[in-house]
């Protein structure tokens, strides 16, 4: 979500200069320009609608939810209406449509659920076998982590972790690393040790999630209480390492 906050702000930032040179002068590579950003706004509103519908609104932390999909809805419409018909608009609706984005935009800024929403990850790259249960997983992560429970979260990324290293080998070698019983750690150095994995900066993440898992897990020498700032980064090191490494199969 925040990727695509920051894109719509950049072309806002674009499309704001590009009202000013067509009120100076109007030709045909600006209304180009207009176009072009005014595209690339709906593009990322499109796939702020998507993560959206993702979130799961039982809860009263969601309130707001509704009023982001209808300012959504409310942008998409005015961009698809005036779309078609850009180069025969006159430059003074032009400006008019850019005010109106421009103010629905915040509108939409304030009423977005950005925190739970940047801990969604699109799972329609991973395969059925395994897609319900890492669903289900990053439901509990989310849960536990707006919950306050940040060692559960942290766990809980150690499952996805093994979930997905262990299909990564299956797919590799065959074999099952979940039927077999290995451990997380063993699971790490097995996939590197047979080249289902050679990139080591990603050995280091997950070397990073599963020691979060194991503190979070078992008795430690000193008392480990990880917070928001020390939970959050590992989440969204679990979220990257699912998109490379399930991305990595059908590549």
Request: proline fraction near 3%.
């Amino acid at each position: 979500m925040i990727d695509e906050l920051v894109a719509i702000r950049k072309e806002m930032a674009t499309l704001d200069a590009t009202v000013k040179f067509l009120q100076n002068r109007r030709t045909s590579a600006r209304l180009t320009a207009y176009r072009t950003s005014f595209l690339a706004i709906k593009e990322n509103l499109i796939k702020l609608r998507l993560r959206l519908r993702r979130i799961k609104t039982s809860s009263e932390e969601y309130d707001d939810l509704d009023d982001a999909k209808e300012a959504i809805e409310v942008l998409l419409d005015l961009i698809r209406k005036r779309e078609p018909k850009i180069d025969e608009t006159a430059t003074k609706t032009l400006t008019q449509d850019f005010r109106d984005i421009r103010s629905g935009f915040s509108e939409l800024s304030g009423s977005l659920p950005i925190e739970e929403a940047s801990f969604l990850v699109d799972l329609s790259i991973v395969p059925t076998e395994i897609r319900e249960e890492l669903e289900i997983d990053f439901d509990e992560v989310r849960k536990c982590y707006f919950a306050g429970a940040y060692k559960a979260s942290l766990s809980i990324c150690g499952r996805v972790l093994e979930v997905v290293l262990a299909r990564k080998y299956y797919e590799t070698k065959k074999i099952d690393p979940i039927h077999s019983r290995w451990f997380i750690g063993h699971l790490i150095r097995k996939c590197f040790e047979d080249g289902v994995l050679n990139d080591r900066a990603v050995e280091d993440i997950c070397n990073l999630i599963n020691k979060s898992r194991i503190d979070s897990v078992h008795k430690t020498v000193t008392l480990y209480k990880p917070g928001p700032d020390d939970t959050k980064p590992i989440i969204e090191f679990t979220i990257g390492l699912v998109k490379k490494l399930l991305q990595m199969r059908i590549a």
